[in-house]
T-cell receptor, first 111, second 115 residues
Framework: KNEVEQSPQNLTAQEGEFITINCSYS?????LHWLQQHPGGGIVSLFM???GKKKHGRLIATINIQEKHSSLHITASHPRDSAVYIC?????????????FGSGTQLTVLP | EAGVTQFPSHSVIEKGQTVTLRCDPI?????LYWYRRVMGKEIKFLLH????????ESGMPNNRFLAERTGGTYSTLKVQPAELEDSGVYFC?????????????FGPGTRLTVL
């Protein structure tokens, strides 16, 4: 079992819909990251959070440390939001700085 | 400011050949990471440099993989000899600072296909 689990694996939505992607982790973390990867493109960091909630435009990320759970929300989704969304965590143990990744959620937003 | 760059973007080689991937991190970033995504799997950590020193290479799959970061600037990842299971996308990332958990900036990746 992976230390970082994402759901759903695939998600298709109509333009304008509210979207939620979930991430659960089983290790102690110093931070949780949400990343975005467009087809054929590199990986872009969307959020890094260790508590509470962050908002950037139509994207909102929340984290519940006690429940070891995070969600990424997209409001008023648009076809350009179609991408793979990846949850990753930085361990809190020792000096570990590498990221442990979830398997990603393929989001397709239809016009 | 230039982002993380990787070269080549694609490489197709035959089993048994050698391939060298290059990563140029963002200038001034002491931390450099190599990650790999094989088909259908999640991205996995390979190793972490702090400047020119290997901080953690626990993710390197075997001794066919050799990473270097001479002078603490760009890094190379050599696979010799390549095997079929080495196919995948190799990502490099860099980050500044010393605190764990900081934002990492990713390169576009190198897609390696071993035939």
């Amino acid at each position: 079992k992976n230390e970082v689990e994402q759901s759903p694996q695939n998600l298709t939505a109509q333009e304008g819909e509210f979207i939620t992607i979930n991430c659960s982790y089983s290790v102690g973390i110093s931070a949780l990251h949400w990343l975005q990867q467009h087809p054929g493109g590199g990986i872009v960091s969307l959020f890094m959070l260790s508590s509470g909630k962050k908002k950037h435009g139509r994207l909102i990320a929340t984290i519940n440390i006690q429940e070891k759970h995070s969600s990424l929300h997209i409001t008023a989704s648009h076809p350009r939001d179609s991408a793979v969304y990846i949850c990753a965590v930085s361990s809190s143990s020792g000096s570990a700085r590498q990221l442990t990744f979830g398997s990603g959620t393929q989001l397709t937003v239809l016009p | 400011e230039a982002g993380v760059t990787q070269f080549p973007s694609h490489s197709v080689i035959e089993k048994g050949q050698t391939v060298t991937l290059r990563c140029d991190p963002i200038s001034g970033h002491d931390n450099l990471y190599w990650y790999r995504r094989v088909m259908g799997k999640e991205i996995k950590f390979l190793l972490h440099f702090v400047k020119e020193s290997k901080q953690d290479e626990s993710g390197m799959p075997n001794n066919r993989f050799l990473a270097e970061r001479t002078g603490g600037t760009y890094s190379t990842l050599k696979v010799q000899p390549a095997e079929l299971e080495d196919s995948g996308v190799y990502f490099c990332a860099s980050s500044p600072g010393v605190a764990p958990g900081g934002t990492q900036y990713f390169g576009p990746g190198t897609r390696l296909t071993v035939l």
